[in-house]
């Protein structure tokens, strides 16, 4: 019982580090956006039991880099396309992956909803070693969200 004691502290030595390596393996990107929509008269057209819901299989997210517009599409991400949409309290929401580019001073994200409604999201974002986090969101070139200023998240009701 003595040796095994014995070596099992000698591997938790062995394990231990006198630096200060947390956060060499670690990068934080916030770069999103959440928005919830509705019609006039205030019915959710997210819902899928809404009969007026929109088919969000439709919806496009467009990033603008290097003066071109490029469809979003990763076949290996969780959300291919750039959005998914989930259920929040009473109501459905669509959170949408911002454009992060790093060539862009004011990265650009489009929005289309369906044929005729295209949304845009200008943001500005902080760089640093470990991570990327957005500062500053513009929708349709009004000053929409900033870092800091009381809210927990970019949320945004809209209304179609």
Partial sequence: MKNLFL????????GCSDSDD????????????????FNTDGEDLLDPDNSDHWD????RVFYLINGEVQEVYNQNMDNP???YIYKHANEYRTAVILNSSETEEYPITYIKWNDED????RASFQRTENG???N???LNDELVWELGDN??????????
């Fill in 136 to 138: 500053t969101l513009w």
């Fill in 22 to 37: 947390s956060n060499s393996n670690s990068y934080i990107i916030s770069s999103g956006a959440e928005f919830g929509i």
């Fill in 81 to 83: 396309r750039g959005y």
């Fill in 7 to 14: 070596i099992l502290t000698a591997i938790l030595f062995i």
């Fill in 56 to 59: 969000t299989s439709a919806f």
């Fill in 132 to 134: 990327v986090i957005q």
């Fill in 118 to 121: 295209t949304d845009t999201i």
């Fill in 151 to 160: 809210t927990t998240e970019p949320y945004f009701e809209l209304t179609k």
